[in-house]
């Protein structure tokens, strides 16, 4: 028996009978389809979500109250107001003078209504250092961001996003304008540049004023809410971190690291926590869609079955003109592999497809979303589907091989 | 000596019941003769082509083909014996009606391993000698019965046998066809070919050159046939 003939004769098998063939095979062209969705997908959203968060700046260290999990939420996120990080913390590392951190910011936020004449939208406002725009490369489009001399005296400015700029003024310009907020007047001082894209864009929202303006005048507080160290190469991250974490220790008299009162994180590691998500989430999805690969499996095990059933005679008359067992077993075995491989095959056109068109679908929604399909899936969406055809078509295969032959050949 | 059977057994066991199907044969069969095996339903003729032609086993005694013991041989070796030594015509034809008459032919050289352009040029050949060179690329379920067994005899040569082993293979044709297919097997056995054939006429039995007779898994006589059946003349019809 030689391949060639085998695979003519599955060809055969799949043709006459079309519309059972379809049905077999679907059960498998929608696992293999999904799987390969899942994964394109999934690598598009996971590319997606981390480029976000790289633009971000990597080269950052967060500094924020209370201890944490270093790879856990910080504990803001449940709700909890921790004040155990102060002003005098940022000054204090910037005094120790290490060559390695370029800057630091520090800020604190709020949410309130901001009136200019007759428009009044409620917006968060984020109090911080001048070094602000250093830190996180900001820059600014019309007027100047506010510097230090303003913060020590709580003068009253503001730099404002594109966006809420737009929100309070409209197509006017803003600069030298006073605004309310609290009803305090803040003089217009600058417009940031529209920085677009996903995570990155929350600065477009926002109103920026001096940090000390908006403790003493806006908030009444005198701890900050989180700070970012700038370091100037990625190389140098553990390094800073470990001065950071010194520093904040002798400064509130921490001698156990158990007792820390501050967590300081970099963004890599935040990085790898969102991997390790999206990952689990990746892999989970990709497992329930394996689970339709196994149905459609015992389907294609049911109908082969019954072909082998179905075609007893021809088997015998195999047999009678010299086939051997191994031949039969061959025969079946290859047929079953080339239907889940069609199938598969099949199922990968479908899955490059669409995924193809919610890449494109996103495209034009303004996402920075890539068409991601591997190698790796469509390589292992072959590899699994004639997996499939070779553990469902044993059984059957076997069985045709193991009728005998005189009663094969009487079969009607 | 082609084959040479001495006190050959069958036994079927089913549960308790013991059938004693062969109850010790003993012939011998030349190279290049038409021997009829013959005998009522029950007798175990069709078991004993079955062992001769290397479908199944016996019980016991010895089987020499060409001077081989066969008894011996693993289920592989047997599945090479049927590839090289012995074809096929069945009464119900058997062909494949996924494949056309071509392919149908060169099936049993699938599994001999001979080249496909060889295949091909032998298969067309034989096709040609039992005249259906233009049904070559017919579905074998659009042919008539008597076309059919001539493809299934053509089938039969492919891998130049040395028997032929023909089980009724008129038994469900017209008496014309039936007289087709007996001429070509008669001349077939002029050629040079071992043909055996099991049927329970006795007319049609008496185209071969000697009957063994077989009852209740006994040979009751092997002999000569004494007037010889001939399917000569296009118009003499088989009786039944």
Known sequence: ?412 | MLISVRDLKKDYREGEVVTNVLKGLSFDIHKGEFVSIMGPSGSGKSTLMHILSFLDKPTSGQYFFEDKEIGSLTDDQLAEMRSKKVGFIFQSFNLLNRANVLENVMLPMVYSGVSTAERILRAKNLLGEVGLDHRMYYNPANLSGGEKQRVAIARALVNNPEVIFADEPTGNLDSKSGYQVMKLLQELNEKGNTIILVTHEKYTAEHAERIINVKDGLIINDAKVAERQFAQSENQELRK
């Open chain 1, 1 to 412: 028996m030689d391949f060639s003939e085998a695979v003519k004769n599955s060809y055969r098998m799949l043709i006459s009978n079309k519309m059972r063939s379809f049905l077999t095979m679907l059960g498998i062209v929608i696992g293999i389809f999904s799987v390969i969705v899942v994964m394109s997908l999934g690598a598009s959203a996971q590319g997606l979500i981390l480029n976000e968060v790289k633009s971000l700046g990597s080269n950052l260290v967060g500094v924020l109250p209370g201890k944490t999990d270093p790879n856990g939420p910080p504990a803001s996120v449940f709700g909890v107001v921790i004040t155990t990080l102060k002003y005098k913390d940022g000054t204090q590392i910037l005094r120790g003078g290490n060559s390695h951190i370029e800057g630091v910011s520090m800020y604190v936020q709020g949410t309130d209504v901001v009136t200019w004449n007759n428009n009044s939208p409620v917006l968060t406002f984020m109090g911080t250092t001048p070094s602000y725009i250093n830190v996180e490369d900001a820059e600014v489009a019309n007027g100047r961001f506010f510097a230090d001399d303003e913060n020590d005296s709580n003068a009253k400015v503001v730099v404002l996003g594109s966006d809420a700029a737009t929100q309070i003024f409209g197509d006017q310009d803003p600069i030298g304008n006073q605004i309310k907020i609290k009803k305090s007047a803040f003089t217009v001082i600058g417009v940031f540049t529209k920085r677009g894209g996903g995570l990155a864009q929350s600065q477009d929202k926002e109103i920026f004023v001096p940090i000390k303006t908006a403790q003493n005048i806006l908030l009444g507080i005198n701890y900050i809410n989180f700070m970012r160290i700038k370091v100037d190469k990625a190389e140098n991250i553990d390094g800073v971190i470990s001065y950071v974490e010194d520093t904040l220790r002798r400064d509130h008299n921490i001698t156990n690291p158990v007792d820390d009162d501050f967590t300081v994180r970099s963004s890599e590691t935040a990085l790898d926590a969102i991997s390790q998500i999206t990952n689990a989430v990746k892999f989970f999805l990709v497992a329930v869609s394996a689970i339709s690969l196994l149905v459609g499996g015992f389907g294609i095990m049911n109908i082969m079955l019954a072909t082998v059933q179905e075609r007893t005679k021809e088997i015998g008359l195999r047999k009678a003109v010299g086939a051997k067992n191994s031949d039969i077993i061959l025969q079946f075995l290859i047929e079953t592999i080339f239907i889940t491989f069609v199938a598969g095959l099949i199922g990968i056109i479908l899955g490059f497809l669409i995924s193809w068109l919610v890449a494109v679908v996103a495209q034009t929604m303004g996402y920075k979303w890539d068409f991601i399909v591997s190698f790796g899936s469509v390589f292992l969406g072959c590899f699994v589907s004639i997996g499939v055809g070779l553990v469902f078509g044993i059984v059957p295969a076997r069985n045709a091989s193991m009728l005998n032959p005189i009663e094969a050949l009487r079969y009607e």
